[in-house]
C-alpha cells in the first residue's frame, strides 16, 4: 500500500528501520520507504508513532500525549436504577457510574467473572452504579451473568462505537482489561484501571508520564480482585469528588 501510494514529485515515504519489542514490523517493509527511522527498541507503542512521525515531519513531540477525543451527542440516555430486580425510588440521587469492560480480543487476556462479580459488588457496596459493556452476543451472555449478582447495574444495549464512546465518556471511571474499549477510557481522560494478565502492560497499558487517573495492574495468571480494587480506590477520591 505504501508503495502504490502516489506521492509529489519530491515525496518521499517514511517507515521504521529496524524491529521493536513487541510490534509487527517486518524487515522487508524497509525496501518500500525511502526514509527508514531508526527507532529505540523497548518503546510503547503509541510513542513509537509519535517518535516516527515527529522524525517524518521534522517536529518535536511533546512529552504527554493529547488525544483531543471529545463526546459527542450520541450518548445512550441512562435508564431508571433497578435494584434487586426492583425499580429504585426514582428521586432518589443518581449514583456515579463504573464502566466494566470484561470483552477482549483473546480469551487468554479474559478477567474471570466470578472476579468480575466481586468487583461489582464492591462498587455497588461503595456507592457507584455498574455498567457493562458489550460487542457480541457472547459478550452480553457474560454481561447478563455479572448483572445478575450486583444490586445496581446497567447492561449497555447493543450500540455502535461512536455511541458506545459517547456513553462511556459520561461514566466516572472504567476498569477493563487489554482492549480496544479500555484504550478509549485511556483516550477521554478517565479514571481507569487495566487489567493484565500478560507482561505487556509497559507497550500498550497506560503510559506513567501525562496519566495520574490512569493505572495498569498485572499478575499471572491474573490479578486478584484485592489488587484491582487497590488500584480503584487509588483513584476513586477524585472520582466522588466530581
Known sequence: MSWLARTAARGRRYGLANQTDGSSFEAPARWVADVAIELEPHVHAIERSR????AAFK???DATARFGLKPGALAVPRPPAVRHGHA?????ARRPVVALVHGTSRADKQWPVASWVALGQRLNHHGFAVALAHGSAAEKVTSEAIASQLDDVWVWPTMGLDALTDTMAHCAGVVGVDSGLSHIAVALGLPHVQIYNFDTAWRTGPQSAGAPRQVSVYATPQPDVDSVWQAWESLATPVLCR
Do not use: R, S
Not at 517518535?51 to 515527529?54: F, G, Y
Not at 429504585?88 to 432518589?92: G, Q
Open 51 to 54: 517518535v516516527l512521525c515527529a
Open 59 to 61: 517536529y518535536e513531540a
Open 88 to 92: 429504585a425510588n426514582p428521586f432518589a
